[in-house]
């Protein structure tokens, strides 16, 4: 009969193992859905938003550079890497670029 016992306690023990690993499996993956529903919501209310005021935000081209300029402040904003590809194609004509940027119809 102990042999019985030995057995069962082992076989619960394994059992319990794998239902504790099981469901820490399925903790994480609720978990990394959940993670990735907020931050889906969150670019959902932040985009083409300015991050100054909050307003909404329209493209604007400058060469062949698409800006992000604010409806409201007038807030200009470049994306990665923007505007060292603006400053070395307009190399000679930095102040060009910025007069540009300052004119009233973008």
Known sequence: MS??????EQW???HEAEL???AK???????????????CELKKA???KCPKCGH?????????IELDKCT????????????????????DKKKSIFRKLMDPIF
């Open 56 to 64: 909404d935000m329209k493209t604007i081209m400058l060469d062949s």
């Open 12 to 14: 619960f023990s394994q």
């Open 20 to 22: 504790i690993r099981d």
């Open 72 to 91: 409201n402040c007038e807030g200009i904003y470049f994306d990665a890497g923007e505007l060292d590809e603006l400053l070395l194609a307009e190399n």
């Open 46 to 48: 932040h985009w083409m």
């Open 25 to 39: 499996k399925r903790h994480a993956d609720e978990k990394a859905a959940r993670d990735e529903k907020v931050e």
């Open 3 to 8: 042999k019985e016992i030995a057995n069962e």
